[in-house]
C-alpha cells in the first residue's frame, strides 16, 4: 500500500480537501454565527436557510452544483461571463476540480458548524459584556478577550468533527467527478470503495480502511493534546 502511488495521491488530495473545509468553513460559520447572535431583522429566517442544505441529501446537492459548474450553460460561468471575467472548467480541469468539491462542501456543511457556534454564543453570560463596557472595551475587545476565550469549548468540537467529516468524503466526488479528471479529486474512501466492490480486493480496502482510521485518531489527538488541554466545559 505504501508503495502505491493511487494511494499516495488519495492520502494528498484528502489532506488538501480537509485543510480547505478546515480553513474556510470553520471561520465563516463562526462570522455567521456572530452575526445571527446580533438579533437582527430576520435571523430566523437566514439561519434557516443557512441550514437548509445540512439536511439536504447529498446527492441531491451534487447534482445540483454539477449543473452550476456546467462549463457552457453553468450559472456560475454565465455570472462570471456577464461580469467580464474568464470563465473556468470547474470540474472538468485537474487544477480546479478538487476546489469546485470543496467549495460545494464548504456552502453545504456550514450551518451545522454555525448553529454549533451560536449555541455556545447563546451560553456566554451577558455580564462579562456589559462589564467590559462599562471599562470602555469596544467591539473588538469583547470578541477578542470574552468572546472567543468562552468560545473555545465550542471551537475545539467544531474542528474535531469537522476534521473528521472532511476525511470521509465520498458521495460528491463520486457524483460528480468519479475520482477524475487525472485521479485530481481521488480521496481515500473513494479508493476504499473503488479497491473494494469495484475491484473486490477487500483485503487492501481493509488496510485503507485502517489507515484511515489512525489517520482520522491520530489527528484527533494531536488536537487534544496540543489544544483541548485547557478547554473547560
Same mark, same amino acid.
Given at each position: +500500500?505504501?508503495?502505491?502511488?493511487?494511494?499516495?495521491?488519495?492520502?494528498?488530495?484528502?489532506?488538501?480537501?480537509?485543510?480547505?473545509?478546515?480553513?474556510?468553513?470553520?471561520?465563516?460559520?463562526?462570522?455567521?454565527?456572530?452575526?445571527?447572535? +446580533?438579533?437582527?431583522?430576520?435571523?430566523?429566517?437566514?439561519?434557516?436557510?443557512?441550514?437548509l442544505p445540512v439536511v439536504t441529501s447529498w446527492v441531491v446537492v451534487s447534482l445540483i452544483w454539477t449543473?452550476?459548474?456546467?462549463?457552457?450553460?453553468?450559472?456560475?460561468? /454565465?455570472?462570471?461571463? +456577464?461580469?467580464?471575467?474568464?470563465?473556468?472548467?470547474?470540474?472538468?480541469?485537474?487544477?480546479?476540480?478538487?476546489?469546485?468539491?470543496?467549495?460545494?462542501?464548504?456552502?453545504?456543511?456550514?450551518?451545522?458548524? +454555525?448553529?454549533?457556534?451560536?449555541?455556545?454564543?447563546?451560553?456566554?453570560?451577558?455580564?462579562?459584556?456589559?462589564?467590559?463596557?462599562?471599562?470602555?472595551?469596544?467591539?473588538?475587545?469583547?470578541?477578542?478577550?470574552?468572546?472567543?476565550?468562552?468560545?473555545?469549548?465550542?471551537?475545539?468540537?467544531?474542528?474535531?468533527?469537522?476534521?473528521?467529516?472532511?476525511?470521509?468524503?465520498?458521495?460528491?466526488?463520486?457524483?460528480?467527478?468519479?475520482?477524475?479528471?487525472?485521479?485530481? /479529486?481521488? /480521496?481515500?474512501?473513494?479508493?476504499?470503495?473503488? /479497491?473494494?466492490?469495484?475491484?473486490?480486493?477487500?483485503?487492501?480496502?481493509?488496510?485503507?480502511?485502517?489507515?484511515?482510521?489512525?489517520?482520522?485518531?491520530?489527528?484527533?489527538?494531536?488536537?487534544?493534546?496540543?489544544?483541548?488541554d485547557n478547554v473547560e466545559y
Amino acid at each position: +500500500m505504501f508503495k502505491d502511488p493511487i494511494f499516495w495521491n488519495a492520502i494528498i488530495n484528502t489532506a488538501g480537501y480537509s485543510f480547505a473545509l478546515l480553513v474556510f468553513d470553520v471561520p465563516i460559520a463562526l462570522g455567521l454565527a456572530l452575526l445571527l447572535n +446580533m438579533n437582527l431583522r430576520g435571523t430566523k429566517f437566514y439561519s434557516g436557510a443557512i441550514f437548509l442544505p445540512v439536511v439536504t441529501s447529498w446527492v441531491v446537492v451534487s447534482l445540483i452544483w454539477t449543473w452550476l459548474y456546467n462549463p457552457e450553460y453553468g450559472l456560475l460561468n /454565465t455570472a462570471l461571463g +456577464m461580469i467580464g471575467l474568464p470563465q473556468l472548467s470547474w470540474l472538468q480541469s485537474s487544477d480546479t476540480a478538487l476546489a469546485s468539491i470543496a467549495i460545494m462542501s464548504i456552502w453545504k456543511h456550514i450551518g451545522f458548524n +454555525m448553529v454549533i457556534f451560536l449555541a455556545g454564543l447563546k451560553g456566554i453570560p451577558d455580564d462579562f459584556y456589559e462589564a467590559a463596557i462599562v471599562d470602555g472595551a469596544n467591539r473588538w475587545e469583547r470578541f477578542r478577550y470574552i468572546t472567543l476565550p468562552l468560545l473555545k469549548p465550542t471551537t475545539f468540537f467544531v474542528f474535531v468533527v469537522t476534521l473528521i467529516f472532511s476525511f470521509r468524503v465520498y458521495t460528491q466526488v463520486y457524483v460528480m467527478t468519479q475520482g477524475g479528471p487525472v485521479r485530481s /479529486t481521488y /480521496t481515500i474512501v473513494y479508493y476504499f470503495w473503488q /479497491t473494494g466492490f469495484q475491484q473486490f480486493e477487500m483485503g487492501y480496502a481493509s488496510a485503507i480502511a485502517v489507515v484511515l482510521f489512525l489517520i482520522v485518531f491520530g489527528l484527533s489527538i494531536l488536537q487534544q493534546r496540543t489544544w483541548g488541554d485547557n478547554v473547560e466545559y
